[in-house]
């Protein structure tokens, strides 16, 4: 009976193993977000509301943070943006932005390898959004924390209780798409965790949130629950799953890492199926996928899926092969990938009996999982390959023990297909051992559990779903075709409308170009006409040229005359002054000379320039001002402060603006500081609004008299000030106030164009 029963099983004993290969191989993926960091710096730049501006700011963070690649420019960037939307945040008083610029913070620093750091951030941004009551913020925190912490056995209870937290605070503060994102994580823990039952019940509810939404990306949560319905080995569920995971991925345009991770699901369930050449059909497809995201993690994950395929059948060489080639060719730093290679080429060895190989990653496996395999939530994996090995190097008790402990875990799991092939191997070990009830017993138990697993009706209902799909994607090929022919007629009557209106066309081209021609003949001639008008109008300008450069030089000459006449007028009353006595004869003569030369001034400057219309009044008010010091420089120490603006002004308004300023300041320096006391003038001129300026001249004198009276004033100065002022348009005020300030407001002309 012993060498029977071995014959029967001994094909089986060869393969079985490399389904539990497949365990480690699932692979699950999180979308990513869709960002464009050209528009949100345009909305940074063109916002002027800074809360929106902070929330952009931190958005753009948020994309180089999670954008694909690691690369330091990334998250420098990330850290930058980060820093100003903290700043924009504190400046305004944001706390909210504040709270989401600190746990930004800290995920970027765990994002650069500082975990204690990050750690310690993160906790601190969790306090501050609990102190300023943001329960979703809150809850957002404690996700974020959860992710803080590695699948290791020892932590996924820690991450278990902080989603939890999350997932009822995310509840209270009634954000319902955020639940549901937590329950599929949750979903996903169990999963690692090794209770599918309790995997499968929250992603069904997280399905349901996400249902009540009208959210059509479910893509992932049915990838995770192909990943729970194969660890119960049921492959009818799985496989249903497959099919809603790769439709949903379709209909939303799904080409990412999630797509090539349903495909290699979806592969793993037909491989366990037996269905060989369904398996290798996905597992090319989500290899292509993989390549196209350039993700080595990937690309390796599924390329070992497909090594299995060749060791089942008996490729064995071409499996450590491509396991070796892939290796080389898509370089992961990954210790825990590097032990699922190692898992797979100690299983391949085991089966070619190969024990030397196969000790090397035995020992390598136990140092790193444990004796049981009971670190890293692999243990129903790798314990199913320890009792295989276990067999083969007739270290009977080290299987018993092994292959006892492997059923109560694969039955806490509800996989049955996994336990019947423990009880086959332990069939085969019982026979070999000479232990025949036993052996008995447990070939029963594989059979009955064998059958439940493959029996007829679930075949049946596999096969129907799978036609089920394959039906869908033929009427979607058939409606396509349909639209193509209709596409066709389309084309096919637009090509005969086509060719009519060509021919119309060529036609119409015909008669344009007889009347093209035409038209050129009528054109010439009119260019001929218009030829001798512009040789007529180039004559007309040259001799109007001619007459503007004799009216600039004639204008420069009046102003050159006027200007000399001037000074002529001055020097006569300079004159005549010394054949006077009387003192306000004398101060009658020199304030006439002061304003002869404010105007003289004027002329001087227009005629020394190429602009004969307007003045350079910064220009004018610093001469003007050096000519008034020099007459007082022996008599008075007066410090003079100007602050002009380079402002153009005609004639009309700059003469009267210059007597201002003259009589203005002379007056300052006879009257406003007495005894040779020392003192400040200061003489502002700028433009205040459109086209309208401002001219102050204040002094830190002693002012005017208490009961002065600017309306019945008899003063020549003041009534002179105020008669040029109405020259001016303008408007006249005092303040007599620590010294006297008199302000001039009026608007520029600007008939005459400024050429500066």
Not at 665 to 687: C, L, Q, R
Request: net charge positive; charged share 25%; aromatic share 10%.
């Amino acid at each position: 009976m012993n060498s029977k029963f071995y014959f029967i099983t001994r094909n089986v004993m060869k393969i079985y193993i490399f389904s539990l290969v497949l365990m480690f191989l699932s692979i699950s993926v999180k979308a990513q977000k869709n960002s464009s960091p050209g528009q949100l710096r345009k909305l940074i730049f063109s916002s002027k509301d800074d809360t929106k501006k902070t929330d952009l700011l931190l958005n753009l963070g948020d994309y180089y943070l999670t954008k694909r690649g690691e690369f330091k420019n990334d998250l420098d960037s990330a850290s930058f943006f980060n820093q100003q939307a903290m700043l924009l945040s504190s400046k305004n008083g944001n706390k909210l932005g504040k709270g989401k610029s600190m746990l930004l913070d800290a995920k970027i620093d765990k994002e650069k390898g500082l975990r204690n750091l990050a750690f310690s951030k993160m906790k601190q941004a969790i306090h501050y959004f609990e102190t300023n009551k943001m329960t979703e913020q809150v809850a957002e925190g404690y996700e974020e924390l959860s992710f803080m912490y590695d699948n290791g056995t020892k932590n996924l209870e820690i991450k278990i209780k902080l989603k939890e937290k999350a997932l009822s605070l995310f509840k209270s503060s009634g954000t319902t798409l955020k639940q549901a994102s937590v329950l599929k994580d949750l979903g996903e823990i169990y999963g690692i965790k090794g209770d599918p039952d309790k995997s499968i019940e929250l992603l069904k509810q997280s399905l349901a949130v996400y249902n009540s939404l009208k959210f059509k990306e479910l893509q992932g949560v049915y990838n995770l629950l192909i990943q729970a319905e194969v660890q119960k080995a049921n492959y009818e569920e799985a496989l249903k799953y497959c099919i809603l995971a790769e439709k949903t991925a379709i209909n939303v345009h799904d080409n990412s890492l999630q797509l090539s991770s349903i495909y290699s699901n979806t592969g793993m369930v037909y491989y366990y199926l037996r269905q060989n050449d369904d398996a290798m059909k996905y597992w090319e497809k989500a290899l292509t996928i993989a390549k196209k995201n350039n993700d080595n993690g990937y690309v390796r994950t599924v390329a070992n899926n497909m090594s299995t395929m060749l060791i089942r059948q008996r490729k064995f060489e071409e499996a450590i092969k491509m396991i070796k080639e892939y290796k080389t060719r898509y370089p992961i730093a990954d210790q825990e990938f590097e032990m699922t290679e190692n898992y797979i080429l100690f299983s391949t060895y085991t089966i070619l009996k190969q024990l030397k190989n196969a000790e090397i990653y035995y020992k390598k496996l136990v140092s790193y999982y444990g004796e049981n395999a009971e670190k890293n939530n692999k243990q129903i994996a790798l314990l199913r390959g320890f009792v295989f090995y276990r067999y083969q190097t007739k270290d009977y008790a080290a299987f018993y023990k092994s292959a006892a402990l492997f059923d109560s875990v694969a039955k806490k799991s509800g996989n049955d297909m996994l336990r019947s092939e423990n009880y086959l191997i332990w069939f085969k070990a019982d026979s070999t051992q000479g232990k025949y009830l036993d052996a008995i017993e447990h070939y029963q138990l594989y059979k009955k559990l064998s059958d439940s697993v493959f029996n007829g009706e679930k075949s049946k209902q596999i096969n129907s779903l799978k036609i089920q799909f394959e039906t869908d994607q033929k009427d979607k090929n058939i409606q396509l075709l349909t639209q193509k022919g209709k596409l066709l007629e389309i084309q096919v009557t637009n090509d005969t409308v086509i060719k009519y209106v060509f021919i119309g066309s060529i036609l119409v081209l015909i008669l344009f170009a007889a009347l093209l021609y035409n038209r050129s003949r009528l054109k010439s001639n009119a260019n001929k006409k218009l030829e001798l008008k512009r040789k007529q109008i180039d004559e007309q300008n040259e001799q109007l040229k001619k007459l503007l450069s004799e009216k600039e030089w004639l204008l420069k000459e009046i102003h050159h005359r006027v200007k000399n006449n001037l000074q002529i007028v001055i020097s006569l009353l300079n004159t005549q002054s010394a054949y006077l006595d009387n003192e306000d004869a004398l101060m009658a003569i020199q304030n006439s000379q002061h304003r002869m030369h404010a105007m003289s001034l004027i002329h001087q400057k227009l005629y020394q320039s190429d602009n004969l219309s307007t003045i350079d009044m910064s220009w004018y008010i610093y001469e003007l001002i050096g000519y008034i010091k020099e007459c007082y420089s022996s008599e008075k120490s007066i410090r003079f402060v100007l602050d002009t603006e380079k402002v153009f002004l005609d004639v009309a308004q700059a003469v009267p603006m210059g007597l201002i300023v003259n009589e203005a300041v002379n007056n300052i320096v006879k009257y406003a500081f007495p005894d040779e006391e020392k003192g400040e003038v200061m003489v502002s001129f700028k433009n205040t609004e459109k086209d309208f300026y401002e001219l102050i001249i204040s002094d830190n004198g002693v002012g005017l008299p208490e009961d002065f009276n600017i309306d019945e004033t008899e003063s020549l100065g003041m009534n002179l000030m105020r008669g040029l002022t109405d020259q001016l348009d303008g408007t006249f005020s005092l303040e007599n106030k620590n010294g006297l300030k008199i302000i001039i407001t009026f608007r520029k002309n600007t008939d005459i164009d400024v050429h500066k």
